[in-house]
């Protein structure tokens, strides 16, 4: 097993990584940028470089600086965490270079999936549904009206290096087409350096399913089930639940066993994803797969009681999967609340600032915090505005939805605006509880609906 591991993030997700490895005995190497000077993940490690200025760009996205760090302190393997590098195929292939293991798929799997026309390709391939859209890259404006009117409107513009809801655009007649797919071409080239674009019909109403998978370097692959993300603002999930309370056992079956296929059409070791949408007649489709650990992945961790970043380290240290599909039990029912630092009030500005007081949830089974957060600590203007996770469990869907109202109220962050409020009335919102929303119910329905509700009071 490795000795010392250098957790190449920060926030929640680099606390989440440390402590993984604290319980498996393995030393940690946290790395901060100037303003993640007093955070929490330097705090906890057994080390702490500095790797740069403020932003991300002169600091967490700054290979040399990190694998240099990682060189120094002696470190074995990187764990990038989720967003940064950690779908990056330059820098998992700058680590072998060095010896250093990267703890995620191979370059060739990154780079493959990470091309979303080529994965639509490899996926047709694999025998796993996907949406219609056009077959390969979008150049000229022929093509695009073409490929448009082919598949019919509305349709979604989507840059090949995608993410994060940039360079994607929502189109619903031709007049606006070519427009909307310069936009979002320019976007993408800013954003990623890649200004490739295709198309996909628009499947709605949809529910946004994905697959969390495993798989080793012994050919063994299986799926942890599925979580249900449908809860979506500017693409960006908001709550998410496991399972999706509206499968049937049989597509509960056949599209984990999809997932299982694309898994090993593209060889895939370690952790990942695959996203599908799921269409009112109750046919999927597959969208793309994320070659790194979610933002989700806790409520998976808490139906199946598994620790999935400690079974990425085992899986990047050459061992088999600790279990197989057949031994797997999945129990209950589990949801998280993303928790971040933005005013819902005033079109969910940004709101960093200094902690003043802080008092998190706890007390009770079936409930857990991911978070950073600390009374001082800052929370710098730099990055991404989630703080925090707040995760429940419990046997029923309903008891895991009254565990996190229980959660929500009794959390306190003062000091800076949160979206707590907006969680806990989306919480009681009628459509939530029936479980009647999908991928546009959030931003075309509830919010508007509690927008008004606001200006009223």
């Known amino acids: 097993m490795f000795q010392k591991i250098l957790v190449a993030n920060r926030g929640e997700i680099a606390v989440r990584i440390i ?113 219609p859209g056009s077959d390969s890259f979008l150049e000229s404006d022929e093509e695009v009206l073409e490929t448009a009117e082919a ?51 628009i499947i709605s109403p949809a529910k946004h399913i994905e697959i969390q998978l495993l798989g080793d370097h012994f050919g063994n692959v299986i799926h942890l089930g599925e979580r249900d993300c449908s809860m979506q603002r500017n693409h960006q999930k908001i709550l998410e639940e496991a399972p999706s309370h509206i499968l049937s056992e049989d597509q509960r079956k056949h599209i984990g066993a999809a997932a299982v296929r694309a898994a090993e059409y593209v060889g895939y070791k370690n952790a990942g994803t695959v996203e599908f949408l799921l269409d009112a007649s109750g046919e999927f489709y597959f969208m793309e797969m994320n070659t790194r650990i979610q933002v989700e992945h806790p409520i998976t961790e808490m139906i199946s009681d598994f620790d999935i970043v400690q079974e990425q380290i085992k899986i990047a240290n050459n061992e088999p999967l600790s279990i197989d599909q057949d031994s797997l039990q999945l129990k209950g029912h589990s949801i998280e609340c993303r928790i971040n630092a933005e005013n819902p009030a005033f079109n969910f500005a940004p709101s960093p600032g200094v902690i003043k007081y802080l008092n998190l949830p706890s007390g009770g089974n079936g409930l857990r915090v991911d978070t950073a957060l600390f009374a001082g600590g800052e929370i710098p203007p730099y990055y991404d505005a989630m ?47 029936n479980g009647k929303y999908d991928t546009e119910y959030l931003e075309n329905t509830f919010i508007p609906k509690w927008q008004n509700r606001l200006e009223e009071e």
């Open 19 to 131: 402590r993984a490895c604290q319980e498996m005995g393995i030393q940690t190497v946290a790395v901060y940028s100037e303003a993640d000077e007093d955070a929490l993940h330097m705090q906890l490690a057994d080390e702490a470089v500095c790797i740069g200025p403020s932003k991300a760009s002169d600091s967490y996205l700054n290979m040399q600086n990190i694998l240099s760090a990682a060189v120094i302190t002696g470190a074995q393997a990187i764990h990038p965490g989720f967003g940064f590098l950690s779908e990056n195929s330059t820098f998992a292939a700058m680590c072998e270079e060095v010896n250093i293991v990267f703890i995620g798929p191979d370059k060739e799997t990154i780079d493959q999936m990470g091309n979303k026309a080529n994965a639509r390709e490899m996926m047709r391939k694999a025998n796993v549904p996907i949406v």
């Open 387 to 433: 703080i925090a996770k707040v995760i429940t469990h419990g046997n029923t869907r309903e008891i895991a939805i009254a565990k996190m109202k229980r959660a929500l109220k009794e959390m306190v962050v003062e000091g800076i605006q949160t979206n707590l409020a907006f969680q806990l009335d989306l919480l009681d919102d009628e459509e939530f509880i």
């Open 151 to 201: 598949i019919g409107f509305p349709v979604i513009v989507k840059a090949v290096a995608g993410g994060g809801g940039k360079g994607m655009r929502v189109v619903n007649s031709s007049d606006q087409l070519l427009q909307a797919f310069n936009s979002a071409k320019s976007e993408a080239k800013a954003a990623f350096g890649d200004d490739r674009m295709y198309m996909e019909k």
